[in-house]
């Protein structure tokens, strides 16, 4: 009896700890219809050109290591040639992702963010003290109601920008998959090379 009650009181626990978890997920996500949520995307994209330039500044160090260290055999193996166009392939491929697919997706993302602003959608006023967040109320473009045309052409323009955004960002998600596939072959052929010098 006392063990049921104490898996009856674990259950109990669980269910609260998941029901705070659920208000903070959706308290962060109507957050990012705010003007502070609208910070953090100015945020994100100042951190991936910092992220993209890091990570080819590792993979070009990398290589640099590899061809001075093992600089007879760069040229006559056909591993050591392998390892050398993995690591180009890597760098070409974040340098796509840094110099085109970023600044485009970013350039995407403030266009609808625009488009919507607009609108007056995409855009909540916060009521209620600190934190919490009573009904959020959209805030509404001041010039009278558009005829239906221009909305259908406000919509239509919205929906190119989400299909254009999700173009990118899968271009862009293809291409760190791809660098993440090749970095971990690279990682294997160092563990190798490990295990033959032990």
Known sequence: MEAARNVSEKVDKV????GQAKSSVSEFLSHM???????????VSKIYPVYFRALAYCIGAALLGHVLGQRKKVFTSKA???QVYNLLASILMVLINTLYLEPLATKAMFEKLKIEKEEGRGREIPRGEGNRRAEAQPVTAAAPVAENTEQREISSRIIRQNERLKKLNSYSSLLNIVTLMALSWRLVYLG???HGTC
């Open 15 to 18: 269910k609260e700890s998941t």
């Open 33 to 43: 219809g705010s003007p502070e949520g609208l910070d953090s995307l100015m945020a």
């Open 80 to 82: 050591e040639k392998f």
């Open 192 to 194: 190798q090379n490990l």
